[in-house]
């Protein structure tokens, strides 16, 4: 069974700072490119960061820049760090595996939520 568990998420405020992790069992870590999706009340859920097997990265640019997208194959377990956080920003997070780094989507976490006051 494929568990993944997003923590990290909490209250900041504006230009601060959070690290999302992703820990994943019941699946070979290594072989499925991860993602990070946020969804904001009344928004349709949006691709933040992706990142291959290998380390290759993929953002939205309206956080290039401000987040970093990372995995540790040896610990199943995938990051997301966010800095100089906006209001905008607030959404819940959402991690995800699957086999296309482009939208990978096969398996999701329960989500993380992130608010980020003015």
């Known amino acids: 069974q494929v568990q993944l568990v997003e923590s990290g998420g909490g209250l900041v405020q504006a230009g601060g700072s959070l690290r999302l992790s992703c820990a994943a069992s019941?699946?070979?870590?290594?072989?499925?490119?991860m993602g990070w999706y946020r969804q904001a009340p009344g928004k349709e859920r949006e691709l933040v960061a992706t990142?291959?097997?290998?380390?290759?990265?993929k953002y939205v640019d309206s956080v290039k820049g401000r987040f970093t997208i990372s995995r540790d194959n040896a610990k199943n377990t995938a990051y997301l760090q966010m800095n100089s956080l906006k209001p905008e920003d607030t959404a819940v997070y959402y991690c995800?595996?699957?086999?296309?780094?482009?939208?990978?989507?096969?398996?999701w976490g329960q989500g993380t939520q992130v608010t980020v006051s003015s």
């Open positions: 990142i291959t097997s290998g380390g290759l990265t």
């Open positions: 995800a595996a699957g086999s296309s780094w482009l939208r990978p989507r096969d398996y």
């Open positions: 019941g699946l070979t870590f290594g072989s499925y490119a």
